[in-house]
């Protein structure tokens, strides 16, 4: 094994279809028009030195080492920012070229460090490759370096030197090593998109500077990489580097974060894991990264991981360590009795969002071939189960329309209920380039995100809406499209049901729905709304990308359709540019949909209901299967209280934190008589485990992950299973123990099975993926290169259906007890419930959950910022600290729920969405006061958490 290679062409590719025919070092060589003549030499296998160009950003021409000469042009130009032309004859060697890139070279040698040898980029250090490439051997003008270099300068005290910066946890900055080639700075401003660093000083005094002379941490950098990843010298440099040494070998796998699916080579030593960087030619990513992906693996090694598994009579007993003979044994006599004392319908199981489809799909295997019954289900079902129904009913298919790559292409861009730099901060990157280029940006959100005013991003328009009135503002903005004529007729006739059409926009044109009567529902003032309609309508191609912010809601599935009937109605869909983009919060929440873990279906959303469907897993299964619908999440919660659901199976999901009304799900695994956690560390929902099972993460697997854009992306191993098994192995086991004859050698003679079973798989398979890299189902023989996009000829159920969407007010109301709503939400630094992310040093970004509440309620209740305040609904309460900001409007408050012992679902209510059970979320009636300490139920919980955690023979394990 050996590094990936990864070409860097020195400038970005063009787009132009037409060709330009060029001569260069006397080869002919044909590019697109705008083509960089350093990267068309490139293309043509000649590399001209260079050392502030990298083909991750435009051309900047300030190193003046890729100079060239042109025949019948004066000069010397720089060949990055040289576009070609027809016919020209460039010459990327002559005496000429010699002589200046090496006097170049002697002056940037002359004020630079030579350590090399001890240096961490010895071996990966572009100024020390380019000093070869030009033949440098001496420099005329010394090495004391004595602007920058050194601390002292002949015994006295060197002004111009800098310490380095340590200040972050994953990467230096050592300004001494700067040779202001702008790299990271433009990395900073045009691939991440924060303009976090500049260039301070002149001359020889000019070096990278984080904000207005800040170190690192305290800066407005939000670590994401690119800076590091673009520096051509040790000036920025990852840590584990420093401490490890030069990777020998790397391998290209998926990011096990959220729903963007960024690809990244992983980077070894042996089987240590020396440092994530993203790979280029990644799909979804394009060679991006955010601090989780490309520095958050530290959980994988942590010492709190469990690696043997575990048993316990009752969960108020001790762990007591077994074999993993004896815990599948064991696992499976406690399923056996529970079915053969309370019925085959008592045991159920729920499959992980952060497996791989591999895993997933033999979980709900078991459940069905093992359980004899259709009791699985997944997180999806507290996420984005609404968008399965709602795209569904519209569409035809379950899942969003676009590529990433097509936010490049869009004209307006609506943004309803997420928060991209945050939640999917690569995409919105992305998302943030393309709004500098001139796209515009409409927000429909209860909070001022960032992306509503950020550095060259500001939005047209905010749409400040109060929680719970979604249906209400996407209702009348189709009001204002349809009133005022701005409707794609023709799209609208060809490609959709004409009568539903009529019939839904008599509805919508209804004064009710008008932005003038829904403004004292929604907040939203009409003039904002209906500009924002209009533009929507008439600016271009238009699309949508929405969160959990939509789906979250008593009405989360009629949102998600009332969104469908927006693009169709002015056409925006089926092209590059357009569409319907839900944002996924987990790395394979699309992928656990797909591979059959909602209680009524079967791999690639068939019901179960279904005879010929049914009949072709039967057949190769060899059982008969269930034809009715099983428990979802909150039914079997529900059931088990009641006392008919008596034992569960979860892999990788933490349901006590994750999951509303945490007393509810508390009173339901503690009803039960066999609770069997699979995961990493012991989570919350192991507090009432009776089996644990070790889990293995994202590097010690192999498997496919689907992410957002129905990309599936290949999963690979790069070390060995700290607790010995993958996890499609332990399923396997378990299965095995429970009399099931499987016997797959490798995941991906289980992916061909998927293949065999699911249409929309048809030619998916390990060798096929490795060839193309990753593909967009449906990938089957009408789609043989996949599906970038959806819907390009015609919608999958035919015609496009417009439905009415209503507005039903959420029962959860406010009042006089509860006057407040809350609204919940992620943070940067963290993922989900934090048990991966806390792990790791992004503690350090985000150690605690705050609440945001608006000055003029703060000061109403006499809360300061930084105070301790008790945050209550009807279903119980919290305690955390205030952080008072105009980010949320008056009335509203928020706050996120990674860290445990804020556990915000505890204020949660079991209020869901009509269609799915989807919970509400993101609308809960609270009542803010200031606070001398926990809550009882705090206090409680914490001694809970430290009782289960007890493993005989150990100290207390950490959750």
Not at 890 to 908: L, S
Request: hydrophobic residues 35%.
């Amino acid at each position: 094994m050996s590094l990936v290679p990864e070409i860097d062409f020195g400038t970005p590719a063009a787009r132009s279809e037409k060709m330009v025919t060029l001569t260069i070092d006397g080869n002919a060589v044909t590019v697109p028009e705008g083509t960089s003549i350093m990267r068309a030499s490139m293309e043509a296998g000649i590399q001209v030195p260079k050392l502030c160009a990298t083909d991750m950003v435009d051309a900047f021409g300030s190193c003046r080492l890729c100079l060239v000469e042109i025949e019948g042009r004066n000069g010397t130009p720089a060949s990055c920012t040289t576009p070609v032309a027809p016919g020209l004859i460039v010459h990327t060697q002559t005496g000429r070229l010699k002589d200046i890139r090496k006097g170049v070279m002697e002056l940037y040698i002359s004020d630079h460090p030579l350590d090399c040898l001890t240096c961490a980029a010895n071996g990966d250090c572009e100024l020390q490759d380019m000093a070869g490439a030009v033949g440098l051997r001496d420099v005329r003008y010394g090495y004391e370096g004595d602007n920058h270099v050194k601390a002292r300068s002949n015994g006295e005290t060197n002004a111009r030197w800098m310490p380095k910066d340590e200040s972050n946890p994953y990467f230096t900055y050592d300004p001494s090593k700067c040779i202001v080639c702008s790299r990271c700075v433009r990395a900073c401003e045009e691939v991440q998109g924060t303009f976090a660093l500049t260039i301070e000083g002149r001359g020889f005094d000019s070096r990278v500077s984080p904000g207005m002379h800040e170190n690192f941490l305290e800066s407005e950098c939000v670590s994401c990489g690119a800076c590091v990843q673009a520096c051509p010298t040790a000036t920025l440099t990852e840590k584990s580097v420093i401490e490890i040494g030069q990777p020998e070998h790397s391998v290209v796998t998926t990011c096990a974060y959220c729903g963007v699916g960024c690809s990244f080579k992983a980077e070894m030593r042996g089987e240590e894991l020396v440092r994530m960087v993203p790979w280029k030619d990644g799909q979804a990513n394009r060679g991006h990264s955010c601090v989780k992906g490309r520095f958050a693996y530290g959980y994988s090694t942590h010492r709190d991981r469990i690696l043997n598994p575990m048993i316990r009579e009752k969960i108020t007993d001790p762990w007591r360590e077994v074999t993993w003979e004896e815990a599948y044994a064991h696992t499976a006599a406690e399923f056996r009795r529970i079915q053969y004392q309370y019925g085959r319908d008592s045991i159920g199981g729920i499959t992980s969002s952060r497996c791989t489809n591999e895993e997933t799909y033999l979980v709900q295997k078991l459940v069905r071939a093992g359980f004899g019954n259709n009791n699985v289900d997944t997180c999806a079902r507290v996420c984005h189960s609404p968008t399965g129904y709602g795209l569904g009913q519209a569409f035809g298919t379950s899942a969003g329309t676009q590529n990433f790559d097509s936010v490049e292409f869009t004209d307006v861009v609506i943004v309803i209920g997420a928060n991209p730099t945050d939640g999917h901060p690569v995409f919105a990157s992305r998302l943030k380039k393309r709004l500098r280029q001139g796209a515009k940006l409409i927000v429909i959100d209860p909070r001022r995100i960032d992306l509503v005013s950020s550095p060259h991003v500001k939005a047209s328009y905010h749409l400040p809406l109060r929680p719970g009135t979604n249906v209400a503002v996407v209702t009348a903005l189709a009001h204002v499209i349809v009133t005022e004529g701005l409707y794609d007729e023709k799209f609208v006739r060809e490609r959709c049901d004409w009568s539903e059409f009529e019939d839904w926009a008599a509805f919508v044109a209804e004064p009710r729905h008008s932005p003038e009567e829904t403004e004292a529902l929604t907040g939203v003032p009409a003039e904002t709304l209906r500009g924002a309609a209009r533009l929507f309508a008439t600016g271009g191609n238009g699309s949508i990308y929405y969160g959990l912010g939509v789906t979250e809601h008593s009405q989360g599935s009629t949102t998600v359709m009332a969104i469908a009937n927006l693009v169709m109605a002015t056409g925006n869909i089926g092209r590059d540019g357009v569409g319907v983009n839900p944002l996924r919060g987990q790395n394979n929440v699309q992928g656990s949909c797909d591979m059959g873990s909602f209680p009524h279906e079967l791999p690639g959303y068939r019901h179960i209901s279904d005879d010929s469907t049914r009949e072709i897993f039967e057949k190769l299964w060899g059982v008969t299967l269930n034809d009715e619908p099983g428990l979802r999440i909150p039914n079997m919660l529900d059931a088990a209280v009641e006392g008919t659901f008596k034992g569960l199976y979860i892999q990788g999901e933490d349901i006590l934190q994750s999951d509303p009304d945490t007393k509810h799900v508390s009173a339901g695994l503690a009803a039960m008589e066999c609770v069997v956690v699979q995961d990493l560390f012991l989570n919350e929902t192991a507090n009432y485990a009776h089996v644990f099972l070790p889990g293995s993460t994202f590097l010690e697997k192999d498997g496919t992950f689907t992410n957002a854009e129905r990309r599936i992306n290949r999963v690979r191993r790069v070390m060995t299973p700290k607790n010995g098994y993958a996890d499609w192995e332990v399923t396997q086991n378990l299965a095995q123990a429970m009399g099931l004859g499987w016997n797959y050698n490798h995941p991906a003679e289980i992916m061909d099975e998927i293949a065999a079973t699911t249409p929309s798989f048809a030619l998916v398979s390990y060798d096929y993926l490795d060839k193309v890299g990753s593909v967009q189902w449906p990938c089957n023989d009408k789609h043989p290169l996949g599906s970038p996009i959806m819907h390009t000829d015609g919608f999958v159920r035919g015609k496009g259906k417009f439905i009415r969407t209503e507005y039903v007010a959420t029962d959860e109301k406010t009042g006089p007890r509860f006057p407040l709503l809350l609204t919940t939400g992620r943070i940067l630094s963290q993922y989900n419930v934090g048990a991966q992310t806390r792990r790791t040093d992004n503690v350090l970004w985000h150690e605690e959950d705050r609440l945001e509440m608006h000055p003029h309620d703060a000061e109403n209740r006499g809360i300061r910022d930084g105070d301790w305040v008790r945050l209550a609904s009807r279903a119980g309460e919290t305690t955390l600290r205030a952080l008072v900001t105009d980010r949320v409007s008056p009335g509203v408050v928020y706050t996120t729920f990674h860290h445990p012992m804020t556990q915000a679902n505890v204020i949660t209510t079991d209020f869901s969405d009509w269609a799915t059970n989807c919970p509400e979320y993101k609308v809960t009636a609270v009542q803010i006061s200031p606070s001398n300490g926990p809550s009882d139920w705090q206090v409680e919980y914490d001694e809970l958490s430290r009782q289960s955690r007890r493993i005989k023979g150990k100290l207390e394990a950490a959750e």
